[in-house]
T-cell receptor
């Protein structure tokens, strides 16, 4: 079955630095979503990617969907303390309904001032 | 709009007891899902629904039942609680549209002793 893997599991970042987290699927995806979960909170939707090679930006966050639609990345520039949390990707297989998104294990981001 | 409302927020059960976790949304979303979150494992899909009267299994359905008699409500039933079901449970809802992600409830923290 489909597996969605995220690396790294943990990311310690100095405030002001950039970092990237990666999401890889064992099968081709129809679309991929990214979520952020603050400590003690619930996941909050950030963005959805649908097209091969798609790149979307939200202020300091850049999301990319691979050409083969099997991987994705989230790049954060000039990290701030407000970026603390766990970032999840969630992928939907090409034969799966909209209800069947599979989440990766997440990248937990810790920011050092 | 209240969004996605989950009750209770906390629950302690004894092994073998049954209970229902409630989930309601007021956004007229067609899709609803239940996830469990365990440390280091991300969110795992338990059951999902693509509309009233239609449900399907996710990755980890054993020990759980669901029903969707109305668009608004999607309760999750634990048939005979086991310590392995100790987890944080999230309910989420969505529309199947581009740039539209899942809206999560605030979660239920369940402990089975």
């Amino acid at each position: 079955g489909q597996q969605v893997m995220q690396i790294p599991q943990y990311q310690h970042v100095q405030e002001g630095e950039d970092f990237t987290t990666y999401c890889n699927s064992s099968t081709t995806l129809s679309n991929i979503q990214w979520y952020k979960q603050r400590p003690g909170g619930h996941p909050v939707f950030l963005i959805q990617l649908v097209k091969s090679g798609e790149v979307k930006k939200q202020k300091r966050l850049t999301f990319q969907f691979g050409e083969a639609k099997k991987n994705s990345s989230l790049h954060i520039t000039a990290t701030q303390t407000t970026d603390v949390g766990t970032y999840f990707c969630a992928g939907r297989g090409t034969t799966d309904s909209w209800g069947k998104f599979q989440f990766g294990a997440g990248t937990q981001v810790v920011v050092t001032p | 709009n209240a969004g996605v409302t989950q009750t209770p927020k906390f629950q302690v059960l004894k092994t073998g007891q049954s209970m229902t976790l409630q989930c309601a949304q007021d956004m007229n979303h067609e899709y609803m899902s239940w996830y469990r979150q365990d440390p280091g494992m991300g969110l795992r899909l338990i059951h999902y629904s693509v509309g009233a009267g239609i449900t399907d299994q996710g990755e980890v359905p054993n020990g759980y039942n669901v029903s969707r008699s109305t668009t608004e409500d999607f309760p999750l039933r634990l048939l005979s609680a086991a310590p392995s079901q100790t987890s944080v449970y999230f309910c989420a809802s969505s529309l199947s549209r581009v740039n539209y992600g899942y809206t999560f409830g605030s979660g239920t923290r369940l402990t089975v002793v």
